[in-house]
């Protein structure tokens, strides 16, 4: 297959020539080069502008029609300051020439030039200094996220370019006038504050202030039939549209939520010593929003079902919302005070956001165990990703912004965190405190790279940054941890670590974390500096020989840390959560990897600790690994010997419970591998009556859960009881969603083939997050004998939606496709798609190889039935 990022130049369609270096973190001197003209928005284009442009400012109008087929009209007036003449200047706009009504450069009208996603705006008619642009033209859809009764825009990372022409790059930034005329029974929400509105023929328009300074990929505004609440006696007014029905969500989370943002605000202040910087802090709950939130300034945008949270909500689930809101108010001062450079650091906005999110937790929930939440939180997340053969480093290059969706991942939301815990280790919390202070005073409202903040840091540091930075952030991979223990007249004489790449390699990566002597009656805890590939503790020599030692126990180390038999007899007698759920995670990683403990034993062991643990993360952890066990590294015959016991005892570990919390936690667990007929038989009692076990209180949502979980496993008449389902539904978002997921529930397996080839079409792909539960159907361990067949057409479908999809989608529509799969044939059929594209987008091919790792594992790990 050709290379599409090569056929512009193949085909002869540059417009201009170009010759200067490339580099991803500096810009280069390109004040008299040309740059070629390529989809996307390259670097080289990046920099020439960047080099050229200043003073960029938008004043927009969009008419937005009621009816979601109609066009957006809208016309734009585009101002900047350019620094020298004699070259074209490319707009980005990737839409239909057609789109485009009108362009006048500086009050001439000028021939319209739309070629490779860009318009391009004739030098002859730019002058020194001062320029404006004006444009008629029709909006974009891709990005306006249109639905029956309200609309939203989600630009990030270069979507800005396929609603309006835009320099559509995070090192311009600028100030966006916004005017919205809309149908007059819709609200709306925008960055900036509302100046004024008017009444005109049934509709209404909304003039708004010049925004602050953004990027464009945080340029935004949300418009429907949503409802407003507001909360205007706090220290901070604050105002939140959603289109949430349900009355006892609302009654239960709207002061949770307006409570948790002045929470956050407060800590970022005090911790940054800088005043939340913007105009306004407002935003809005999205039904079935792509991500779990956007931090759009003055116009956060969040999935709704994040938010709104019921009686029956669980601590893990509380917690989750303040991360969330946590992390999108973090974004304020990191990300949207200071933007990076070029999306090839936008790992940096994302693990400061993380970071920060884990700090404020700590402090705003009651009973939130912070370095317990870090621990299950990231590890287990950023190992999936840093273990498989499409393994990333957290700073990547970027040649072209139409691959920064690539970027996002596991990686950086969670190996990054990791990381920065381990550097704010290395300095101690007040120097880097203070670094991160002068950071953001430096760059405030401006532009920054990885480089420039580390430069800052290493200022107040005697360690070597460079060095450090070199492995942990600039390399993909983790360290494998092994240990010689040597002992004399039941004493430690020697105790020695070494480390090397799991790959085989000789790095290492410097690090603290501490290991446990762990004995009958208590533990000794042992902080380890592991500045070399092989370190002796020399603390523990002269120690009490351990029943066994528990490496990482405090959570904060990373890699894939040693275990023997001796760790499972003694781990449940561990008092503290933290050091049982490093224990939990070094057993899963170990038996990953084929040492020590094989999938079989782990989930014998893992059946011990249902009634024993009570700690809702670790049991969420523990719970997590038994059903990814059960289901992907046990033969289905041994599968469907073990289900009527395994049942049994999670439900048996639930009657015994106290805590609520912990009840529905194992109720999703025997929902979730419910196989006999007798599990089967009792969850649909529990559906058709809605009664719940006792001491678990079940929502709609839980409902509708359990009614697609029966239809999955063709339970019966399946198809009327979904109708009953959607019968019992009120909400008319879910009702929505259940509708959609209803072909990919049914026990028709040529309903289920011809809902597959719809989702070929991008207008059926729309809702993504529907996709997803609805591929998870489609591709249930249970159905893989019938939807193997569309794992090549899913794989030949991702290039179009990588081009197509907002920034997760890619990642996630290959996480549920493979998810499930076991087989040799399945590993085959990835492994043939990738020998016959050599020329494969790299970044895609890393995305097909960390969702098929599972597959290649359970390749190795499950006796394959011939």
């Known amino acids: 297959m050709k290379n599409k990022y090569l056929w512009p130049l193949q085909q002869g369609l540059l417009l201009f020539s170009f010759a200067a270096a490339v580099s991803c973190t500096k810009p280069m001197s390109v004040t008299s080069a040309s740059v070629p003209v390529v989809p996307g928005v390259s670097k080289p284009l990046a920099d020439f502008r960047m080099a050229q442009l200043s003073k960029v400012a938008y004043d927009l109008h969009f008419t937005i029609p009621a009816q979601k087929e109609a066009p957006v009209l809208a016309s734009e007036v585009l101002s900047f300051h350019l620094k020298e003449t004699g070259q074209p200047l490319q707009l980005d706009f990737k839409e239909r020439t057609e789109n485009l009504k009108q362009v006048k450069v500086n009050q001439k009208v000028v021939p319209i030039s739309h070629t490779q996603e860009h318009l391009i705006l004739p030098a002859q008619y730019l002058k020194k200094g001062e320029n404006q642009v004006e444009i008629e033209f029709v909006a974009g859809n891709l990005s306006l996220n249109r639905q029956q009764d309200f609309l939203y825009t989600l630009l990030v990372p270069d979507r800005a370019r396929t609603v309006f022409p835009c320099f559509d790059q995070p090192s311009l930034k600028a100030t966006f006038k916004l005017t919205l005329t809309l149908p007059q029974e819709w609200k709306a929400i925008a960055n900036a504050p509302l100046q004024d509105s008017a009444m005109s023929a049934g509709q209404k328009t909304y003039r708004y202030q010049n925004s602050d300074i953004l990027p464009t990929y945080l340029f935004s505004f949300a418009a429907g039939k949503f409802d407003h609440v507001a909360q205007a006696n706090g220290p901070r007014p604050m105002h939140f549209l959603h289109h949430e029905t349900d009355k006892e969500k609302l009654q239960q989370s709207l002061p949770a939520i307006f409570q948790i943002h002045q929470d956050a605000l407060r800590f970022m202040e005090e911790y940054t010593a800088i005043p939340y910087p913007f105009q306004k802090f407002d935003y809005v709950a999205i039904p079935d929003f792509q991500y779990g939130g956007m931090e759009h300034v003055g116009a956060i945008q969040y999935k709704a079902s994040t938010l709104f949270l019921d009686e029956g909500a669980t601590q893990d689930q509380k917690i989750s919302r303040s991360s969330l809101i946590s992390h999108e108010t973090a974004h304020m001062w990191f990300g949207d005070l200071v933007t990076m450079e070029w999306f090839n650091d936008v790992w940096m906005k994302e693990v400061f956001a993380n970071f920060m999110a884990d700090k404020i937790t700590q402090v705003a929930v009651a009973n939130a165990n912070y370095d317990l939440k870090f621990l299950v939180d990231h590890l287990p997340a950023a190992y999936g990703v840093d273990r498989t053969a499409g393994a990333n480093p957290i700073r990547q290059p970027l040649d072209n912004l139409q691959d920064a969706g690539s970027m996002y991942g596991n990686i950086i939301y969670h190996k990054a965190p990791v990381m920065m815990r381990q550097l704010e280790r290395l300095m101690g919390e007040e120097a880097f405190r203070k670094g991160l202070q002068q950071y953001l005073k430096t760059y405030a409202n401006g532009n920054a790279t990885w480089p420039d903040l580390i430069q800052i840091l290493d200022h107040l540091t005697p360690a070597d940054l460079q060095a450090w930075n070199q492995v942990w952030v600039n390399e993909p991979g983790r360290p494998q941890f092994d240990?010689?223990?040597?002992?004399?007249?039941?004493?430690?004489?020697?105790?020695?670590?070494?480390?090397?790449?799991?790959?085989?390699?000789?790095?290492?990566?410097?690090?603290?974390?501490?290991?446990?002597?762990?004995?009958?009656?208590?533990?000794?805890?042992?902080?380890?500096?592991?500045?070399?590939?092989?370190?002796?503790?020399?603390?523990?020599?002269?120690?009490?020989?351990?029943?066994?030692?528990?490496?990482?126990?405090?959570?904060?180390?990373?890699?894939?840390?040693?275990?023997?038999?001796?760790?499972?007899?003694?781990?449940?007698?561990?008092?503290?959560?933290?050091a049982r759920a490093s224990a939990y995670i070094n057993l899963y990683e170990n038996m990953q990897n084929g040492r020590e403990i094989t999938p079989p034993q782990l989930l014998n062991f893992y059946r011990l600790g249902l009634s024993r643990e009570q700690e809702e993360l670790n049991l969420k952890l523990m719970t997590g690994q038994l059903s990814d066990i059960f289901w992907r590294f046990l033969p289905a015959s041994q599968r469907a010997a073990l289900a009527p016991l395994l049942e049994q005892e999670v439900w048996s570990a639930l009657e015994k419970a106290s805590s609520g919390n912990v009840k529905k936690l194992l109720f999703k667990t025997y929902q979730g591998i419910a196989l006999s007929p007798a599990a089967q038989d009792r969850l649909y009692q529990i559906w058709d009556k809605e009664q719940a076990p006792t001491g678990v209180r079940l929502t709609e949502d839980d409902y509708t859960s359990l009614a697609?979980?029966?239809?999955?496993?063709?339970?019966?008449?399946?198809?009327?009881?979904?109708?009953?389902?959607?019968?019992?539904?009120?909400?008319?978002?879910?009702?929505?969603?259940?509708?959609?997921?209803?072909?990919?529930?049914?026990?028709?397996?040529?309903?289920?083939?011809?809902?597959?080839?719809?989702?070929?079409?991008?207008?059926?792909?729309?809702?993504?997050?529907?996709?997803?539960?609805?591929?998870?159907?489609?591709?249930?361990?249970?159905?893989t004998a019938t939807s193997e067949k569309y794992l090549k057409e899913s794989l030949d479908l991702l290039e179009e939606i990588q081009l197509t999809s907002d920034i997760f989608f890619p990642a996630s529509w290959l996480s549920a496709t493979l998810g499930s799969y076991q087989s040799a044939e399945a590993a085959t059929t990835v492994r043939t798609f990738l020998e016959t594209h050599p020329n494969y987008n790299p970044k895609l091919k890393a995305k097909i190889l960390q969702a098929a790792d599972g597959v290649f594992r359970a390749e190795k790990l499950v006796p394959q039935v011939k």
Request: aromatic share 10%; hydrophobic share 35%.
């Open 483 to 578: 240990y010689t223990l040597q002992t004399n007249a039941g004493k430690i004489s020697r105790l020695t670590i070494r480390q090397q790449g799991e790959d085989g390699s000789a790095r290492f990566w410097p690090q603290h974390f501490e290991i446990a002597l762990v004995y009958p009656d208590h533990l000794k805890e042992i902080t380890v500096n592991m500045n070399q590939p092989e370190v002796t503790l020399a603390t523990a020599a002269g120690e009490a020989v351990p029943s066994f030692i528990l490496f990482n126990s405090t959570g904060q180390g990373y890699g894939v840390f040693p275990v023997d038999t001796q760790t499972q007899q003694g781990l449940y007698t561990l008092q503290n959560p933290v």
């Open 708 to 783: 697609q979980s029966l239809a999955v496993r063709d339970y019966q008449n399946s198809p009327q009881l979904l109708a009953r389902q959607l019968a019992r539904i009120s909400n008319p978002d879910r009702k929505k969603r259940l509708q959609f997921l209803l072909p990919a529930l049914s026990s028709d397996v040529k309903e289920r083939d011809a809902f597959f080839a719809s989702l070929k079409k991008e207008e059926n792909r729309e809702v993504e997050s529907w996709v997803l539960s609805a591929l998870g159907y489609l591709h249930h361990p249970l159905r």
